[in-house]
């Protein structure tokens, strides 16, 4: 099979909101090719970058890629709406910098396999680890390991952003707890959520695509019994009160939720929300407070922050 491959130049601080708009188009998923992890100063013992090369990467920005199969695609159209989603991201004042469209000819079996050698177990929090399933890999007895089917064009689970979802959950959630995870994507952080303990999780996502993966994700995890993946706009419609709510997605999304989570929070219950550029931090905790959520804790990967409230 041949595709199309259409590549977005872009800024880091746009990237989701790129890859959001890829993803409506049709995408099964994207790649992020960010010059930063070659130069990244890690501060952490988690983590660990495999034979990059700088010839794959920008020399400024960030390419945000997807694949899309020529049969069944018309790009035309395809690249129109992607044009125009991106200027209508310049009225939430995001800088999407160059915003450059690159449409590319592919061949399937020149790059099939060879992203693989690129994806390999990486250890993401003190006892989380993210594995392809064509890894072999052998975990420590206090080890978690997800596996993950990323597909042709994927996202690894290392965005700092999941990062620190991951992280907020390893240190928040409660054996026992139930969790809306909105927003899901793969389910990477629903999976995590039923490792640690979660006694079930509503993972929610308004891409259909995304609730094809993340069901996907689960059964290979062995944890779809403890994950209802359903297609939903936020948490519209949603009532049942549970202790822990999380959600991965653009801080411009994040602040009109908020009472919604406030909703369906329970008494001291949990909201660790990611997604968020350093430069919306303050917007993000504004729209917190005047649903009554109190920020517990803020921390940071690079321009990245994840926020931690409580509903008292």
């Known amino acids: 099979m041949n595709w199309t491959e259409i590549s977005i130049h872009t800024?880091?601080?746009?990237?989701e909101a790129v890859s959001n708009i890829l993803h409506e188009a049709g995408a099964n998923g994207v790649v992020i090719e960010d010059p930063e992890v070659l130069y990244r100063d890690w501060d952490t013992p988690f983590g660990e970058i495999y034979q990059l090369s700088p010839d794959d990467f920008p020399t400024e920005g960030v390419f945000v890629k997807a694949y899309f199969p020529v049969?069944?695609?018309?790009?035309?159209?395809?690249?129109d709406f992607i044009r125009n989603q991106l200027h209508q991201l310049h009225t939430y004042d995001l800088d999407v910098g160059k915003a450059a469209i690159v449409v590319t000819d592919v061949h399937e079996d020149e790059w099939a396999h060879a992203w693989k050698k690129y994806y390999k177990p990486v250890?993401?929090?003190?006892?989380?680890?993210?594995?392809?399933?064509?890894?072999?890999?052998?975990?420590?007895?206090?080890?978690?390991v997800i596996e993950m089917d990323p597909g042709m064009a994927f996202g690894t689970g290392t965005h700092p952003t999941t990062v620190l979802c991951l992280r907020a959950l390893e240190k928040y959630l409660k054996p026992g707890d139930r969790v809306y995870d909105v927003g899901t994507g793969t389910a990477i952080l629903?999976?995590?959520a039923v490792k640690l303990g979660a006694a079930h999780v509503l993972a929610l996502d308004l891409d259909e695509v995304a609730v094809r993966s993340a069901q996907t994700n689960t059964e290979i995890n062995h944890v779809?019994?403890?994950?209802?993946?359903?297609?939903?706009?936020?948490?519209?419609?949603?009532?049942?009160?549970?202790?822990?709510?999380?959600?991965?997605?653009?801080?411009?999304?994040?602040v009109r939720f908020t009472d919604d989570v406030a909703r369906v929070l329970k008494p001291n219950g949990t909201f660790i929300a990611s997604g968020i550029i350093s430069a919306r931090e303050d917007d993000v905790k504004r729209a917190l407070q005047q649903?009554?959520?109190?920020?517990?804790?803020?921390?940071?990967?690079?321009?990245?922050?994840?926020?931690?409230?409580?509903?008292r």
């Open 71 to 79: 049969e069944s695609v018309n790009i035309t159209e395809t690249v």
């Open 224 to 254: 779809d019994e403890h994950i209802t993946v359903r297609q939903n706009n936020l948490l519209d419609g949603i009532e049942e009160p549970v202790e822990l709510v999380v959600a991965n997605i653009l801080a411009e999304v994040i």
């Open 11 to 15: 800024t880091a601080e746009a990237v």
């Open 123 to 144: 250890s993401v929090s003190e006892h989380i680890t993210i594995k392809p399933i064509w890894e072999e890999y052998t975990p420590r007895e206090d080890e978690l």
């Open 190 to 192: 629903s999976i995590a």
């Open 291 to 311: 649903a009554n959520l109190e920020v517990i804790e803020t921390v940071y990967i690079e321009d990245w922050v994840a926020i931690i409230a409580k509903k």
